[in-house]
């Protein structure tokens, strides 16, 4: 006389524990969770289905993720400049760009070395990281997430065609994954995600 639903999520796309809750008193958490009712099985499931719609979680993609503006460089400026526009503004790497197209990335430690050696007057470019890896506004945060640990990168230029429209740091995907969830119905690109470059 009774109807058990039980419900298990992979990933973040869906929070069952909340679905199950809201439909038939149940509980859980966002991975997996259970409800007994003694609703018959056909509308516990409609109610179970239909919740479900309701605490779906649109992927965080780049655009959600992105700061913007971004900070460049040009590929012939020289290290001097670089390491003093990272220590101005704290970034730890800077997209390099020429004729509105990212080239390659800076890193505050290739300066840092080029400096060591005496090469402050160095253009960018001999230290720059290139082919740079790079990301569409659309990349998923799962996408963005398997680019910076294939290649070992600290930031993401984000590229709309050939232009630069913003920059996604290890530390944005961090707070992205491990940060509050945000509640049912809430638009991803509203929350406010820690930033550390």
């Given at each position: 006389e009774r109807t058990l639903l039980f419900a298990r999520a992979a990933g973040d796309a869906f929070d069952v524990g909340?679905?199950?809750?809201?439909a038939a008193g149940g509980g859980g958490h966002p991975g997996a969770a259970f409800a007994r009712t003694r609703t018959a099985l056909a509308p516990a499931t409609r109610a179970a289905l239909e919740a479900l719609a309701r605490h779906a979680r649109p992927p965080l993609r780049a655009r959600d993720l992105m700061s913007a503006p971004v900070r460049s460089v040009k590929p012939g400026a020289t290290v001097h400049e670089a390491s003093r526009l990272l220590l101005r503004?704290?970034?730890?790497?800077?997209?390099v760009v020429e004729d509105g197209a990212v080239v390659g990335v800076v890193s505050r430690r290739d300066l840092e070395r080029a400096l060591q050696h005496g090469l402050g007057r160095s253009q960018?470019?001999?230290?720059?990281g290139a082919p740079p890896v790079t990301a569409a506004p659309d990349a998923t945060l799962e996408a963005l997430e398997a680019l910076v640990a294939e290649h070992g990168v600290g930031r993401l230029p984000i590229v709309?065609?050939?232009?630069?429209?913003?920059?996604?740091?290890?530390?944005?995907?961090?707070?992205?994954?491990h940060g509050p969830a945000p509640a049912a119905g809430d638009d991803p690109s509203g929350r406010v995600l820690a930033r550390v470059e």
């Open positions: 909340a679905a199950l809750r809201e503004y704290g970034h730890n790497g800077l997209p960018v470019r001999g230290f720059m709309e065609g050939r232009r630069l429209v913003g920059i996604v740091t290890r530390s944005d995907l961090l707070a992205a994954r």
